[in-house]
C-alpha cells in the first residue's frame, strides 16, 4: 500500500522551528531519494530539499542554512528541519520521492500525500 503521511506542521513565529516529519511505505522509502515540496497559496509545488539514498543533499536556495533534511533509513522516515522561519516559508509542505513522479495514482497521475500546513506569522 502506497503511503506518505506527513506531521510536524503548525503556527510558528517568524525566527521559530519546526521538525516535519513524513512516514513512508517500505516500498517507496527503500529504493528512492526523497524530497521535502511545499506549494504556497497561488503558487506552484516547488522542490525545497531532497536527499539521496546514501545521504546526498540538496536545498532551493532561499531555504539553504535554515532547513536541514535528513532520512532514517531503518524507520522510512524522512525529516525537514526547519529553523529561522520566515512568513514566505508559510505554505503546505509534502514529502515524495526525488524527483516527483515516481509513485503514480490509479490515474496515472503523480500520488500526493495529504501534506502537513506551516504558517508563519507574528
Known amino acids: 500500500q502506497v503511503q506518505l503521511v506527513e506531521s510536524g506542521g503548525g503556527l510558528v513565529q517568524p525566527g521559530g522551528s519546526l521538525r516535519l516529519s513524513c512516514a513512508a511505505s517500505a516500498t517507496i522509502f527503500s529504493i528512492n531519494a526523497m524530497g521535502w515540496y511545499r506549494q504556497a497559496p497561488g503558487k506552484q509545488r516547488e522542490l525545497v530539499a531532497g536527499i539521496s539514498r546514501d545521504g546526498f543533499t540538496n536545498y532551493l536556495a532561499f531555504v539553504k542554512g535554515r532547513f536541514t533534511i535528513s532520512r532514517d533509513n531503518a524507520k522510512n522516515t524522512v525529516y525537514l528541519q526547519m529553523n529561522s522561519l520566515k512568513p514566505e516559508d508559510t505554505a503546505v509542505y509534502y514529502c515524495?520521492?526525488?524527483?516527483?513522479?515516481?509513485?503514480?495514482?490509479?490515474?496515472?497521475?503523480?500520488?500526493w500525500g495529504n501534506g502537513t500546513l506551516v504558517t508563519v506569522s507574528s
Open positions: 515524495n520521492t526525488w524527483p516527483a513522479g515516481t509513485v503514480k495514482t490509479a490515474a496515472g497521475t503523480t500520488f
